[in-house]
C-alpha cells in the first residue's frame, strides 16, 4: 500500500502525486488494494494538515477515494469501476 511521507515547511511539496493515485486506482481495480483500505488512506491525506495538495485534479481525486467504501441505495458501492477509468483518465490528462 501507499503511505504518504510530509516534507518539512521548508520543503513543501504536493503529496501524493498524480502518479501516486494512478498506482492507488490500478491496485483498486485489479482487487490488488480493498476499498476500505483506499479510502482510509485517502481520508488520512486529507485529514493531515501538514501534506499541501497544489494540484486541483488531484485533489478532486483525492476526495473521491477517500469515498470508494461508501454503499450506494441501488448497488453494492456509490462508486463503481466506470468512476475509476475516469478518475484515471482525469489524472493522465496535461
Do not use: H, Q
Amino acid at each position: 500500500m501507499l503511505t504518504a511521507t510530509t516534507l518539512d515547511d521548508d520543503n513543501m511539496a504536493s503529496i501524493p502525486t498524480r502518479n501516486d493515485l494512478l498506482l492507488m486506482l490500478e491496485n483498486l481495480c485489479s482487487g490488488k488494494t480493498k476499498r476500505e483500505d483506499v479510502a482510509a488512506w485517502a481520508v488520512s491525506i486529507i485529514e493531515d494538515d501538514s501534506i499541501r495538495v497544489t494540484d486541483g485534479v488531484t485533489w478532486d481525486v483525492l476526495k473521491d477515494l477517500g469515498a470508494v467504501d461508501l454503499p450506494a441505495s441501488d448497488r453494492d458501492f456509490l462508486y463503481t469501476e466506470v468512476d475509476f477509468n475516469e478518475w484515471s483518465s482525469r489524472l493522465r490528462e496535461a
